[in-house]
């Protein structure tokens, strides 16, 4: 079985501010991707980044960075120097177990007050 | 454009109504998904398929049907068995390439009356 754990229901900033959403994974298999999606309030969910289980290597897209730890099981996400249109609904998926499922964590409401 | 294309963005329904919510694509993805979203919820797969004229049930499939007879169609009909359709739908679809990453449509949102 595979499990994805958001525990942040709702996260509210001041604009400027830095901001990580975490996520924590479960997983049997030793091969997984794991992905960030953004759903803003017009609803469809915007694919941010995918990870798989052999690259541990941060990464860092403008404002965005993402810190995945084997270890601890955990893919969290940053935004660095928050925006209003960053205001969404932030989303943490697994893929494993041969990939035809993907599970999705039930994720972090944004909130960036101007 | 490539993408994946849902219609109608929002179906009211009446009650013992079935209704079809439609979804295409044009990326040439072998796989297919329809996931169902409640207000303030994750999502929860209803039916995915891998490949034309087979598909599986996902978490939540009583209530809904899917046919796969085209690779870039797969539409998702609500029947009346289905309790309390009331919610977002998602259609997605997936590739061999990038690395099994998961392309969504904009939404169809369904509202019974």
């Known amino acids: 079985a595979q499990k994805v754990t958001q525990a942040q229901t709702e996260i509210s900033v001041v604009e400027k501010e830095d901001v990580t959403l975490d996520c924590v994974y479960e997983?049997?298999?030793?091969?997984?991707?794991l992905f960030w999606y953004k759903q803003p309030p017009s609803g469809e969910l915007v694919f941010l980044i995918r990870?798989?289980?052999?690259?541990?290597q941060n990464e860092i897209s403008g404002r965005y960075s993402w810190n995945f730890q084997k270890s601890t099981s955990s893919f969290n996400f940053t935004i660095t120097a928050s925006q209003v249109v960053d205001s969404a609904v932030y989303f943490c998926?697994?893929?494993?177990?041969?990939?035809?499922?993907?599970?999705f964590g039930t994720g972090t409401k944004l909130q960036v007050i101007p | 454009d490539g993408g994946i294309t849902q219609s109608p963005k929002y179906l009211f329904r009446k009650e013992g109504q079935n209704v079809t919510l439609s979804c295409e694509q044009n990326?040439?993805?072998?796989?297919m998904y329809w996931y169902r979203q409640d207000p303030g919820q994750g999502l929860r797969l209803i039916y995915y398929?891998?490949?034309?004229?087979?598909?599986q049930k996902g978490d939540i499939a009583e209530g809904y049907s899917v046919s796969r007879e085209k690779k870039e169609s797969f539409p998702l009909t609500v029947t009346s068995a289905q309790k309390n359709p009331t919610a977002f739908y998602l259609c997605?679809?997936?590739?061999?390439?990038?690395?099994?990453?998961?392309?969504f449509g904009e939404g169809s949102w369904l509202t019974v009356v």
């Open positions: 997605a679809s997936r590739g061999d390439s990038g690395g099994n990453t998961i392309y």
């Open positions: 997983t049997r298999d030793t091969t997984y991707y």
């Open positions: 990870r798989n289980s052999f690259d541990e």
């Open positions: 998926a697994l893929n494993s177990g041969g990939y035809q499922k993907v599970t």
């Open positions: 990326l040439n993805h072998d796989a």
């Open positions: 398929s891998q490949i034309v004229n087979d598909f």
